[in-house]
């Protein structure tokens, strides 16, 4: 079973903010792959298979209801119900580094300053879990982070970050059924400006 886990905050107020692209990834997968999502516990989860018939690869599909930096305490609980290690997680979520809708795919790795993923960092005692990045680039200079990422899109970047969340499930489709390396080929841009943290 391969867990991927889309990060945002619950409720009406922050579903069309930068902070929930991870969540709306989750719920374009569950729409695309017929994987339902019901509530379970202290997340939306659904699990399904994708794939050829005659080679199917079982997926669970999650997004905490938790905030966002409480995050990892639904994790554990989604893999624990599963029988699932973190090497079986994928985490799905907001970067302030990458221009709007880059996507980035990686291994393991540290937070990056993000708290969803510091707080799954802490609860599994683990980095050791791949992660789907998707570029929600910076605020103007002088305006403050927490407070952008929890504003609503503007026009320009929902169009642009529309565009990401349906390569992002294009890509989660790819790490599924070809692994981590095949999906990073086809999905990461390489250039000069990106390094792993």
């Known amino acids: 079973m391969r867990v991927i886990v889309g990060l945002g905050n619950p409720g009406d107020r ?43 690869v079982e997926v669970a599909l999650a997004i905490p209801l938790t905030w966002m930096n409480q995050s990892g305490t639904a994790v554990v609980e989604v893999l624990a119900r599963l029988g699932c290690v973190p090497q079986d997680l994928t985490v799905v979520h907001d970067d302030l580094d990458m221009e709007p809708g880059r996507l980035r795919l990686k291994r393991s ?58 390569q992002a499930v294009q890509a989660l489709e790819c790490l599924m059924m070809d692994g981590i390396d095949a999906a990073m080929n086809k999905f990461n841009v390489h250039d000069k400006q990106e390094g792993d943290e």
């Open 14 to 56: 922050y579903a069309r903010t930068r902070h929930n692209v991870g969540a709306r990834v989750i719920e374009r997968a569950s729409a695309q792959w017929s994987i339902p999502l019901k509530t379970a516990g202290p997340a939306r989860m659904g699990t399904g298979r994708i794939g050829p018939a005659d080679k199917p």
């Open 109 to 166: 790795g540290g937070a990056g300053g993000h708290n969803g993923v510091a707080s799954i960092m802490t609860e599994l005692s683990s980095d050791q879990f791949g992660r789907l990045k998707i570029g929600i680039g910076r605020p103007a200079p002088g305006a403050d982070s927490a407070d952008y990422v929890l504003e609503p899109l503007t026009k320009d970047d929902a169009t642009v970050i529309e565009a990401s969340v349906e």
